[in-house]
């Protein structure tokens, strides 16, 4: 298995989604592709102006850039805020 599903919150827009994210990727690259499809699914509401950062949301712990997902302790069902 290649993906791992997580409930993404988004707290700049008040919304959560659950998306499917590579493990084989890094948490940078991650973090692209996400604002990128949260952009998509909010029609262009959500565009950031800085760089955002990936945390866990209980711990509230920030993920290391360049660490891949399969690294990290992210894994199905975690619950992740993009912030």
Request: proline share 5%; aromatic share 8%; charged share 25%.
């Amino acid at each position: 298995m290649n993906e791992i599903l997580v409930k993404l919150y988004i707290p700049t827009i008040d919304e959560q989604y659950d998306i499917w994210i590579p493990i084989n990727k890094r948490v940078h690259t991650i973090i692209r592709l996400l604002i990128k499809a949260i952009n998509e699914l909010s029609k262009g509401y959500f565009n950031p102006q800085r760089e955002l950062h990936l945390y866990d949301k209980i711990t509230a712990k920030p993920y290391d850039m360049n660490l891949k997902v399969i690294e990290t302790d992210i894994r199905n069902g975690s619950e992740l805020i993009l912030m």
